[in-house]
């Protein structure tokens, strides 16, 4: 997304809950990003006390619930996702569970203190995840989000390019259109941080499993729907290995930190 009303590139609801329960058991092995981001997004979140109850909105297997748990023990972590096997792990982390959509929260007005979500908002409308943010928010609350912005997996875009004209990514978010949709749902004090992170793998066949194994394949009705052909894959191959550094084949992640309070 380049701004905050282009939300048409946002996949079918549907069609990103079965990857990601497809992906539940290979999740945790394969989510190293995942996991640095959460655990950055804690290093910056500093609310002015400490929370009694917070809302992990997009918990998927839990290692955010469980990073909150160790800096919080006090605290009622309620875990959300629409991912029912991803719910069924992440049971294990978070004192409560619920199976719902982010955009639509099953929650009273106030309920939490902090509502917290690492690597979820790129999947929703934006617009809607944090009006729910607002409502179940008390006053003086605190959001702590990550999301990705428009340089990820700038590499890949540019390898198929004269490929194909398919859209093999997500369209990300400018930290700006994340900063102005936390104003317009109603947010103050906030803070918006831009991070680079790059992960590198062996081949590219390794990098695409390692996206799919986290459940991030899914990119919507533009998207590819068969195979690549030998001569278009050896193609986009050749393209991609002119990023090869001494490291590996780089992927690289344009994060996104965002703090706000009510």
């Given at each position: ?16 809950r ?93 309920r ?6 690492s ?19 008390q ?24 490929v ?45 499993r ?42 690289r ?10």
């Amino acid at each position: 997304m380049s701004s905050i009303s282009a939300n048409a590139q946002v996949p079918p609801k549907r069609r990103v809950r079965e990857s990601f329960d497809r992906s539940a058991a290979s999740y945790d092995a394969a989510a190293v990003l995942q996991r640095r981001v959460c655990e950055r997004l804690l290093a910056g979140c500093t609310p002015r006390s400490a929370p009694a109850s917070i809302l992990d909105a997009g918990c998927g297997t839990g290692f955010g619930a469980r990073l909150l748990h160790k800096r919080w023990p006090a605290a009622a972590i309620v875990g959300v996702d629409f991912a029912p096997r991803m719910l069924s792990i992440a049971r294990h982390e978070a004192a409560v569970c619920v199976a719902a959509d982010i955009e639509a929260l099953p929650f009273a007005d106030q309920r939490f203190a902090l509502w917290w979500s690492s690597l979820t908002v790129q999947w929703c409308d934006l617009r809607l995840a944090l009006a729910e943010a607002r409502r179940v928010l008390q006053p003086g609350g605190e959001v702590a989000l990550s999301t990705l912005g428009p340089e990820t997996f700038r590499e890949l875009r540019e390898a198929f390019v004269g490929v194909d004209s398919y859209r093999h990514t997500l369209g990300f978010s400018e930290p700006q259109a994340v900063g102005e949709a936390l104003v317009q749902a109603g947010f103050s004090a906030i803070r918006v941080e831009r991070e680079a992170v790059q992960l590198h793998y062996g081949d590219l066949r390794s990098l695409l499993r390692a996206v799919k194994e986290i459940g991030a394949n899914s990119v919507g009705d533009d998207g590819r729907r068969g195979m690549l052909g030998r001569k278009a894959w050896q193609q986009v191959q050749s393209a991609y290995e002119r990023h090869r550094t001494v490291a590996g084949l780089p992927a690289r992640y344009d994060v996104i930190l965002a703090y706000a309070r009510t």
